[in-house]
């Protein structure tokens, strides 16, 4: 059984950073670095919102939002998923989920109906 575990969330003030880490089980290693890999995030109430994907191809899309901020990244060996966020603002916060598919993906390929795994998620609370 495939299982993604998020942690790293917390409470920050603006400004602040944080980094999220994905890990992955029960998914063979020798697929997952071709894995179609994405951070979502949800405040409560608001539509869902995908944050950025690492593709297939390990090509990264990231929402405007984020640019210049967060990063994404991969461990293919610990078959882990992180995101670096730094200069948090208050409008970041939610609950963050990790989220991955075995199938081809390229480019902006954020949306979530599409992925089969999915985290439970982790809070991100950033305070002004």
């Known amino acids: 059984q495939v299982q993604l575990v998020e942690s790293g969330g917390g409470s920050v003030q603006a400004g602040g950073s944080l980094r999220l880490s994905c890990a992955v089980s029960?998914?063979?290693?020798?697929?997952?670095?071709?894995?179609?890999m994405a951070w979502f995030r949800q405040v409560s109430g608001k539509e869902r919102e995908g944050v950025v994907v690492?593709?297939?191809?390990?090509?990264?899309t990231y929402t405007e939002s984020v640019k210049g901020r967060f990063s994404i990244s991969k461990d293919n060996v610990k078959a882990r998923l992180f995101l670096q966020m730094n200069n948090l603002k208050p409008e970041d916060s939610g609950m963050y989920y990790c989220?991955?598919?075995?199938?081809?993906?390229?480019?902006?390929?954020?949306?979530?109906?599409?992925?089969?795994?999915r985290g439970q998620g982790t809070q991100v609370t950033v305070s002004s």
């Open positions: 989220v991955m598919d075995g199938r081809f993906c390229r480019g902006a390929h954020l949306m979530w109906g599409w992925y089969t795994y």
């Open positions: 029960g998914y063979p290693d020798s697929a997952y670095s071709r894995a179609c």
């Open positions: 690492i593709d297939t191809e390990g090509s990264t």
